[in-house]
């Protein structure tokens, strides 16, 4: 795969609806395949809303729920990235992202790290992901997904490039955060950092997809992007507002980055490994 189109959906959820979530997502892709997108993303959790909090396990579903059929259906034209709350095959309950395409659904990544701090609380009501795995796609070749919190930890991007995503997808339901000042929100400059930084390191593209509106008392600030394997920015929606931004991935470009320069190519994941087998052998506890 060498090019696509994707469309970004910067989008709200109504909280706990899955029926009209649902709904609404199947609009947004019919558009979206009306207008020759070979992929679309949407938000964390896009399928439920954030804080469902103690409704979680009466919303989680199995990716091969029946209700889901309308979204395998049309994978068949598009491939879709979406969030939702995962029931497990053991019944745990999980913050996923799952991806549809050509009349299949999988659960592609359970969010790992779950923030417990100051407004977030979803280690209360989700179990953590233990896996990270960069899946292929027909229409976007070999990408790598996580959710929000997830990309606040290095070592996920990292894994991910490292076994071949030519393009990082973060699914976020990220809020505005109390801090004092004027202008652009200090959390929408690191998300900024945090994506073009990725992007330049990793020699990859990285899409953050961010939803918008009101939820309870959590206002979400919008600002998806692309960012290119140079780790310049090539389109963002605006602030807090809905938005479809269309992005064209022209996956030569990573070939040219890290021909131009090889330092992802030059990492020693040998070294790597034995030094944190060192560092994770020194700090177990007796």
């Not at 991910?160 to 997808?169: D, F, I, P, S, Y």
Request: with cysteine; net charge negative; hydrophobic share 40%.
């Amino acid at each position: 795969m060498l090019h696509a189109t994707m469309r970004i959906a910067q989008t709200g959820s109504v909280l706990a609806n899955f029926s009209e979530n649902l709904e609404r997502h199947c609009l947004i892709i019919e558009d979206a395949v009306r207008d020759g997108a070979d992929a679309i993303a949407f938000p964390e959790l896009s399928l439920t809303g954030y804080n469902v909090q103690d409704a979680a396990q009466d919303i989680a579903m199995h990716i091969e729920d029946a209700r889901l059929d309308p979204l395998r259906e049309l994978s068949r034209k598009i491939c879709i990235i979406c969030g939702g709350i995962e029931l497990s095959d053991d019944y745990g309950v999980y913050n996923s992202a799952f991806m549809f395409e050509d009349g299949r659904g999988e659960s592609i990544h359970r969010k790992i790290y779950l923030p417990t701090y100051g407004m977030f609380e979803e280690l209360r009501y989700f179990s953590a992901g233990q896996h990270i795995r960069a899946v292929d796609s027909k229409r976007l070749g070999r990408i790598g997904v996580a959710i929000c919190e997830d990309f606040w930890h290095v070592s996920v991007p990292y894994l991910l490039a490292q076994q071949g995503a030519k393009m990082l997808v973060a699914l976020m339901s990220s809020p505005l955060r109390m801090s004092p000042g004027s202008g652009k929100p200090a959390i929408v400059s690191q998300w900024e950092t945090i994506a073009e930084t990725y992007a330049f390191l990793f020699s990859t593209y990285v899409a953050c997809v961010n939803r918008t509106g009101n939820e309870d008392s959590f206002t979400y600030w919008g600002n998806s992007s692309l960012t290119g394997p140079d780790g310049r920015l090539i389109a963002v929606a605006p602030l807090f507002r809905e938005e479809f931004l269309d992005v064209k991935l022209d996956f030569t470009e990573v070939k040219r980055t890290r021909l131009h320069s090889s330092h992802f190519l030059d990492e020693d994941l040998r070294l790597f490994a034995s030094e944190l087998r060192h560092i994770v052998k020194k700090n177990r506890p007796d």
